[in-house]
C-alpha cells in the first residue's frame, strides 16, 4: 500500500511539473466589430477592456465610429450579451453597431493551415508561406552559404526557451555603412510580419547581380533583418494556439503565461496602454526588459544605435504606417522632427500604395491608432537616437473579417507592397 501510495504520488507530481501544452480550440468562438457610435459606447469599450483584461481585443477601443475587433469565446458570448443589449450593441437594434465577422474561428484557422500547406509547406525556401521558425533560420544559414560575399547571419540573443533569435545582414564586410534594421514579428500572431521580412531577404539576394536598383541599396546600406522577433510565442502559436501574441516567459502565482514584449521596452515604461494583469494581451512584464528577447534585441541594436539610421518593426494589421510617437496621444508631445517623420512615412505609404494599391493610414500611433507605452519604436527613437523609428501594421485593412488569419495568397502582395515602401524610404534618406 505504501509502495502504491509512493508510486501514484510520484506519477502526480510528474504529470504536474511536466510542461502540458494543448492545441487550443477555437470551435464556437466568434470575432465581432462593435463600432461605438458616440463617446459614451466608446468610454463602455473601454470599460469592458479594464473589466476583462483577458479578452482578446484584436482592435483597441480608440475612436467613435472605428470599429472595434474583438474575439469571443462560447463562455463570454453568453456573458456579454445582456451588455449588449443595454449598451446598444446588440445584434437586434438594427443598427450595424454590432456586426460578426466570424462564426467560427476554429473554421478559419483551418482552412488557412490547409492553404498553407498546399502552398509548399514541405518545400526548401519559406518565401510566401507561413513558416516554421526552424525553416526560417535554417534558410537564413543556407543564404549566408550561398552568397558568402554579401549574407552573413548573426545572433542578436536567446529566448527565455532557449532559441535563438536570429538575423542576416545583408551588405558588404565595411561595418562603417549606415545601417536599416528591420525587426518582424514580435507579436507572435502576426505572421505576415515575419512572412514580409522573409520576402524582403529573399528579393535583395536574389536581384542583386540583375537590378541596378537592388544592387545600390545593398551596396551603400548595411540591411539588418531579423524574421522573429518572438521565436518562443511564434513557435507555440504554430504549435498550439494560432492565436498567442505574447512571449512565453512563466508569470509567478499565474497560471497564463508570456508578457506582451510590445510593451516591455524601457521607454514609458507601464504607461497608458498596457496592463499590470500577468493575463492580460497588453501585460508589461515585472519590469522593462524582463524579457529575454527584448532585453537581447535592446542590448544589440544600442551597442550599433550610432550607424542605424532607419527602424523597421513588422506588425499586423490595420494597414498603417505608424511614427512616433506611441505613448502619448497629445500632438504637443510630438517630436522635434515630427514633419520629416510625417514626409517620409507619406511617401513610404504613397510607394506601397502604387505596387497593389492597398491603402496605408500614416501618422504618430498614439494618435492615430491608440496610445501604448514601452514599444520598440519608441525606444528606438527615444532611447537609441534612432531617427526614422516606424511601425508598419501590414494586412488586412482595418475592416478585413479575418484580422490576424490573413489568406496565404495575400503573402506576397503584401511582401512586394512593403518592400516598395521600405526601398522608397532607403532611397530617399540614403540619397541613393
Ligand atoms: O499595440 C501594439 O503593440 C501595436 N499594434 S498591434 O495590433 N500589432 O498589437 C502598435 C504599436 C505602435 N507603437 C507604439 N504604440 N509605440
Ligand atoms: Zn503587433
Redesign the pocket.
Known sequence: MKLLCSVVLAVVTATSLAEVNQVVDYTGHKVVSLVPKTKTQLDLLRSLREKYADLDFW?EPNAVGVAVHVRLSPAMQEELAPFFEITGFSSSSSSSAFTVLVENLQSVIDEEKADNEKTGYSAESPVGRYARLGDIHAWLDELAIKYPDLAKTFIVGKTYEGRSIKGIKIGDNDNSKPVIWIQAGI?AR?WIAPASCVYIINYLLSNYATDASVKSMVDGVAWYLVPSANPDGYEYSHRYDRLWRKTRTPNSGYSCKGT?P?RNWDDHFGLT?TSNYPCSEIYRGPYAFSEPNTKALSTFIYNMKDRIKVFFSF????QMW?T????TDSARDNPSDHDELQRVAKGGTAALNTRHRMRYSYGP??QI?Y??AG?E??WAKGVAGIKYAY?L?LRPGPYANNGFVLPTKQIIPTGEEVYSGVSWVVKDVFNL
Open positions: 482592435t507579436h502576426e506582451d510590445n496602454g506588425h499586423c494589421y490595420s505608424l512616433p510617437w506611441g505613448w500611433s498614439g491608432l496610445p501604448a514599444a519604436d519608441d511601425t501594421e
